[in-house]
């Protein structure tokens, strides 16, 4: 039997929505009619400011 080899693990993918950054842009709406009041940065929920692409494993 040969030993089982362990593969290296490829490099972290870029998260996809911040594109590495780990920070989006968030539109700040205010009041009813819900107008954009600007833009602010806020921590991308997908990688949780990692910026690194999350894996399902
Ligand atoms: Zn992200």
Do not use: F, H, W
Not at 24 to 47: D, E, F, H, P, Y
């Amino acid at each position: 039997m040969a030993a089982k080899k362990t593969p290296a693990p490829p490099a972290p993918a870029a998260c996809p929505v911040c594109k590495g950054s780990g920070e989006v842009s968030v539109t700040v709406r205010v009041g009813r009619k819900r107008r954009v009041a600007g833009q602010q940065t806020g921590m991308c929920l997908t990688c949780l400011g990692s910026g690194e692409a999350p894996t399902d494993d």
